[in-house]
């Protein structure tokens, strides 16, 4: 089974600032990969599927990139409606457990 | 506007049984795989079943594999989680997923959108 990474856990930001969250897969998993925001009692929210395209009605300040094995979303100018927990998921192979990285939940410095 | 609602959570004692319903609305129910995903309280999201369009095919999680079934009605626009032998490790959130995709030049892609809005099962004495 592939096993998803993601970088880091958790982080402080301010608004306006750069974001920037990694995900690294456990064995090249070519463009096959979809990014997730997840607000505190709220069901997840696509945000970017096959790596770099995104999901329409997602504001443009989300980004992301990569292929292969290692993987980034970036947020260009974070606001206050982007805090949040942010996940990666793989679409390259079998889904198992695995299937999505740890999380990475970004908070207000 | 395309819906999923989840039904069915409770709590149950360890070994005991549970169905969990997913209502869709909006879209052609019948033309999709559908998913169920997972959350601990607390932690992260865990994929853990899928079936195709017709209910020909599922697959599921080790963690779940022959104590959970998926089914469907496409008659009823209503997918199904049976949770069998229920272990306090099943206490999660449950959410029900639509399974979109997209033909690129460079492969098929595929992701769960949209999400219901979970329903929440604990399993504990």
């Known amino acids: 089974d592939i096993q998803m990474t993601q970088s880091p856990s958790s982080l402080s930001a301010s608004v306006g600032d750069r974001v920037t969250i990694t995900c690294r897969a456990s064995q090249s998993i070519s463009s096959y990969l979809n990014w997730y925001q997840q607000k505190p009692g709220k069901a997840p929210k696509l945000l970017i599927y096959?790596?770099?395209s995104l999901q329409s009605g997602v504001p443009s300040r989300f980004s992301g990139s990569g292929s292969g094995t290692d993987f980034t979303l970036t947020i260009s100018s974070l606001q206050p409606e982007d805090f949040a927990t942010y996940y990666c998921?793989?679409?390259?192979?079998?889904?198992?457990?695995?299937?999505f990285g740890g999380g990475t939940k970004v908070e207000i410095k | 506007e395309v819906q999923l609602v989840e039904s069915g959570g409770g709590l149950v004692q360890p070994g005991g049984s549970l169905r969990l319903s997913c209502a869709a609305s909006?879209?052609?129910?019948?033309?999709?795989?559908m998913h169920w995903v997972r959350q601990a309280p607390g932690k992260g999201l865990v994929w853990v079943s899928r079936i195709n369009s017709d209910g020909s095919s599922t697959s599921y999680a080790d963690s779940v594999k022959g104590r959970f079934t998926i089914s469907r009605d496409n008659a009823k626009n209503t997918l199904y989680l049976q949770m069998n032998s229920l272990r306090a490790e099943d206490t999660a959130v449950y959410y029900c997923?639509?399974?979109?995709?997209?033909?690129?030049?460079?492969?098929?892609?595929?992701?769960?959108?949209?999400w219901g809005q979970g329903t929440l099962v604990t399993v504990s004495s």
């Open positions: 909006g879209f052609t129910f019948s033309s999709y795989w």
């Open positions: 998921q793989q679409s390259y192979s079998t889904l198992s457990e695995g299937t």
């Open positions: 096959a790596a770099s």
């Open positions: 997923a639509r399974d979109g995709s997209v033909l690129l030049w460079f492969g098929e892609f595929h992701w769960f959108d949209p």
